[in-house]
């Protein structure tokens, strides 16, 4: 059957944030979702009283929503209820030092001094090259269609000093770990300021330095939440979608992107019906879009060369308190003892870390109506390494259960969780790739490893096939909320320049 407009298959944050922006420039949208609802990894679970967001739970960067919103004429805040957080984050350490991540940068550096007087100034050093790295990627690599060094800056043409002095401050010997452990000396202060490249579910020590930017971007611009959970993120943006007329599909599974002549035509469900479209948007994982949507020759000619390797995976439990925990925060971190074992069992020897950091949201702190009065809603992630064969979550996940709670216990004084649980529900990487159909059980997409190349993923308008365009974690700019909402823009954005050029072209003839 004919259609035509634009196909968009899957309806993450990516394929959200695309269907709006094309919508909101007058093009035709229908959306393919093989789950029932809209938002991907952005899901919720409700039970016997208790609300929990499933995936992301920390919100950075709200401009780009801001942004999206903006494209149809509308303010962000008509639809969306956002309170920015203090402290972002709360940190507990394995020696019971409790050190809170300010929203005011000011505190945060007097927090930090309070436990070692001598890394505030090492703290400001990192700031500064934090914010330089951010204006940087906000220069070169956002709002943009980008796949390699070439894409983001013209060196032959626009060479200059204020160019190189750019390309000089990306630091491109060295790792995210590397610069840090420049800028700072106690590993405390480290183990938090490594954390930010987890959004990106890669290690500090492979991770490139340009990546350290991701501080400012969430120091300078806040942590925030939506009220009613993360969930209101996609909620907000399918509302948007529908007043601009977007047709949704859920439940239906798209099995094929049929191409002609190197062009994208067609999508095929899993019911074996076809839509033809004038192009297309995957917000599908970009290497199984190639992998299994396309294949032949536009499969050889995206994988030729590179291994794509999958950024990292995760195990969440949700655990439904009677009584709540008052001296956690809205968001809390407990560190491993040691980042270099956790690192090293995660991300080179594959295996789950035996003392590992876990993440903990509790976010009745700002939304009491997530829980019963007086219980606690408590969401705990602790990454594990992406999926591989010998890996089997059912018959794991038990055993590390029993790790995770024993981390609670020994160091952020969660010693009597199990006697609070009144609900338990899992989320282990079998069934995050069995959900969002993801690289290998993979939260974030690709990993960032690297010190050149790390940064780069795959563009969003395809090179191997004409009228495809790649939108969501695992595509430019690359993973996060706020990162997969830019790249469904960018995917639009480019979509809508080829389309107008186009027609420009054809009128001209
Ligand atoms: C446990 C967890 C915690 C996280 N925490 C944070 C956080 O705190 N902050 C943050 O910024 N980010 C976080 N993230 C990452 C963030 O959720 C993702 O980067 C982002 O939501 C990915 O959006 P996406 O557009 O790539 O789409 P996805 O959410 O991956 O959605 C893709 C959609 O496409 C559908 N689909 C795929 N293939 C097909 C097909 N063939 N046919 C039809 N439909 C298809 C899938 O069903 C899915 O709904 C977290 C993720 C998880 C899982």
């Known amino acids: 059957m004919r259609i035509g407009g634009t196909g968009i298959i899957g309806g993450g944050l990516g ?10 420039r007058g093009h035709k949208v229908t959306l393919f979702e093989k789950n029932a609802w809209l938002g991907g990894k952005a899901a919720v679970l409700e039970e016997q009283g208790f609300r929990f967001d499933m995936g992301p739970t920390i919100l950075t960067m709200p401009r780009v929503l801001e942004r999206i919103f903006a ?3 509308r303010n962000l805040s008509d639809y969306l209820d956002l309170v920015r957080l203090d402290p972002q984050w709360r940190c507990f350490y394995d020696d019971g030092t409790v050190l809170d991540l300010r929203n005011d940068p000011a505190q945060a550096r007097q927090a930090i001094g309070a436990i070692s007087p001598q890394d505030q100034k090492g703290f400001d050093d990192f700031m500064a090259v934090a914010r330089r790295l951010a204006d940087v990627s906000d220069k070169f690599f ?21 160019t190189l002095s750019d390309v ?57 939440y939506p009220m009613g959970g993360t969930r209101a993120v996609p909620l907000a943006l399918t509302r948007l979608a529908e007043e601009l007329g977007v047709d949704f599909r859920t439940g239906v599974d798209v099995t094929r992107i049929h191409t002609e002549d190197g062009q994208a035509k067609a999508l095929v469900t899993a019911e074996g019906e076809r839509f033809e479209f004038d192009r297309v948007v995957s917000n599908m994982d970009s290497v199984r879009t190639y992998k299994e949507l396309i294949g032949g020759t536009a499969w050889n000619s995206f994988s030729r060369g590179r291994t794509r390797e999958a950024a990292c995976s995760g195990v969440v439990l949700y655990l439904g308190l009677s ?34 950091t876990a993440y903990i949201a509790a976010p009745a702190r700002t939304e009491p109506g997530v829980a019963p009065e007086g219980g606690e809603a408590l ?6 390494p992406y999926l591989r064969d010998r890996h089997d979550w059912s018959k794991m996940l038990p055993a590390y259960r029993r790790t995770i709670l024993d981390k609670l216990a020994r160091a952020a004084g969660m010693g009597d969780l199990e006697e609070r649980i009144v609900v338990e529900r899992t989320l282990t990487p079998q069934d995050i ?76 003839q």
């Open 15 to 24: 394929g959200l944030a695309a269907a709006c922006t094309l919508a909101a």
């Open 379 to 384: 969401y705990i992630l602790v990454h594990t």
């Open 433 to 508: 790739h069995d959900r969002y159909k993801v690289l290998n059980g993979a939260i974030y997409g690709l990993a960032s490893h690297g010190k050149v190349l790390g940064a780069f993923k795959p563009g969003n308008r395809s090179r191997q096939v004409k009228g495809l365009y790649l939108a969501g974690g695992s595509a430019h700019p690359g993973p996060g909320m706020p990162m997969a909402l830019m790249s469904g823009w960018i995917a639009a954005d480019t979509l809508h320049q080829d389309a107008t050029s186009n027609a420009a072209h054809v009128a001209a």
């Open 71 to 73: 494209e149809a004429g």
């Open 142 to 162: 956002f709002w943009k269609s980008v796949e390699d060094l070439k894409d983001t800056m013209n060196l032959k043409a626009n060479m200059s000093l204020e």
């Open 168 to 224: 000089l401050s990306l630091r491109m010997h060295r790792t995210v770990a590397g610069q840090i452990k420049r800028n700072v000396a106690d590993p405390r202060v480290r183990q938090m300021l490594e954390h930010f490249i987890q959004y990106v579910g890669s290690s500090p020590l492979g991770a490139p330095a340009v990546l350290c930017g991701i501080a400012q971007m969430q120091l300078g611009e806040g942590v925030w």
């Open 323 to 356: 009584k709540a925990y008052e001296h956690l925060a809205h968001h809390n971190f407990v560190f491993s003892r040691d980042p270099e074992e956790e690192f090293g069992a995660i991300y080179d020897k594959g295996e789950p870390a035996p003392d590992p």
